[in-house]
């Protein structure tokens, strides 16, 4: 690849290790560390804390926050949202701008306790890193495999929250992107995106900025016990000099973030009561791939003693998964319990079409999408890397019901494997340790 000479005096800032957190991995990296510093210190603000309850305030109000199950992840949403905001203020430096990942659980790594930054649908396959820009200025990601990958995608986007534009469409619109279809690589693997205004015709990837705020990477982890994170670099190298921000100015934009963050949430109630109980809205068509990608979203709402059964076509996907999330939209526990499944973790019918359960206590099969305790929420089913769009988006899902949990046996094909509490035991411990393994260093996951 042809090098773009670095624009002078801007910091440039790999993703490798420092000596100061004692760590070689693609997300251990000591920017890393540095952001989410600074997020615990802005967090603990007079300025922060009252916006988090001016966020407390406005989602308690909602219609489904009632519900004995959206009151006992009530806090874990105010959190959540909180952490999204203070992590991208954090990192909100188009100047010297980093690659934050975010849309985590609450962990413990790197000797420092780091907030859950879940929001609006997250996906727990995906590994999300954030980085802001000018869009009047060029920048330049590079990025390297560090052993087998999952499915790479990059888009620029108008708004962080859809609070901030005029419709949940216009917060799904990007301005630019590419996946790996598009994405050119060496012969190691590594690839070179420039992000700005003008096309520097070097031989790398150009993606168009006018209108971009921010950038989101995305690797989905089809397979989450052999993929691993690529090691990447994200910086400027040409443009006009934008102001550096005193801490003071993230705290602001924190607390401005999380009055969108919460009133994005509530924007969803009315999409939200739209979505068909015990089964799947239309698919959606999303914009962040080359390739045909989509999305559906269902609700569930179940007795102790009833499950969800529904059949997903894989659409030709190269990749495709299936999340429980709680009535706010966040994803339920994926590293120590199966609260999401991608195709790889889960059994497919002889038709080729999977069959799932949802329940909040083990059927005693496979494809066990386990709700962590809880009666009701969502669903998201997401297909990327499609072979062709869907004609009828109807198509995507199909044969919902809900059947008591003693008959669950019955109501499936003879031939849908049994799992006792022995193998879902080591499935889940496998489980437990593969999400662990992105990390790359010692991290403990902390739900609720």
Sequence with gaps: MNEIDNMPGVDQQ???????????????????????????AILKTDEMQKAIEEGRQLLSKLAWANSEDARQTFEQVVSECAGYATLSAANRDPQNPGLVWIQTPRKEW?????????FCFDNPDNIYRYAFIDDASTYVLDARPTGPTGRFSVAIYVALTGAEVESWADWERTVDAADENRIITDSEGASRITIGPDDPKDGSLHLKSKGGVFVIVREALNDWHTQRPRAMSFRKVAGPQTPALTFDDRVAIAARYMKFGAQTIVQFENLYKSIPINDFGDALQRGHSTKPSMITQGRYQLADDEALIFNILPQGAEYMSLSVTSPWLISRNTVSKSGTRTGCQSHQNADGTYTYIVSHRDPGVANW??????????????????????ADPHDATTGARVVKLDMIRSALPADFPSVGPAERAAELAGREADYKSRCGIECRFIEG
Excluded at 14 to 31: C, E, M, R
Excluded at 369 to 389: S, V
């Design 14 to 40: 790999a993703p490798i290790s420092s000596s100061d957190v004692g760590s070689v991995h693609p997300l251990a990296t000591a920017q890393q560390f540095e952001i989410e510093a600074t997020t615990a």
């Design 110 to 118: 790197m000797g420092d306790e780091v907030t859950g930054s879940r």
């Design 369 to 390: 999408m386990d709700t962590d305790g809880l009666h009701e929420g969502c669903m998201a089913m997401r297909w990327e890397g499609m072979h062709a769009p869907v």
